[in-house]
């Protein structure tokens, strides 16, 4: 079953969707995480206590993407090219397990800096 959770940076709150992969589960049931962000171009990450497999790995995203990057256990943002992109696509350093996307305005993630505080959480609404 697909969750709906919030990202929170500051004060501005995103809707996104976990979908129903082993690695979103594992990320649903550690929520509420909260992290400090890092940022690599149009990509915002952060470590997270999951620890999983790269399992169906993709190494090109969409935008809206949220993933999973084993090598880091990193949650991952994808809102736009990243220094590995290639022309359009959004590539990630390494390949990553996509476990749900951003349903909310991704422009929010335009502004956010490294050091920023994330949380996520299931969706109150």
Known sequence: MSQNISIRIGDVVV?????DSPTAL???????????????????YF???VDQ??????????????AYWPPGKAFCIFFGPTPMSRGDEI??????NVVGR???DLDHFRTVRSGARIVLDVATE
């Open 91 to 96: 590539r990630p350093a390494s390949a990553v």
């Open 47 to 49: 470590t997270i206590p």
């Open 26 to 44: 594992a990320i649903r049931n550690a929520l509420p995480i909260e992290a400090r962000a890092s940022t690599w171009g149009d990509e915002i």
């Open 53 to 66: 497999p790269v399992d169906r790995g993709v190494e090109v995203v969409d935008l809206g993407d949220l």
């Open 102 to 104: 951003v349903v909310g």
């Open 15 to 19: 809707s996104a969707l976990l979908n």
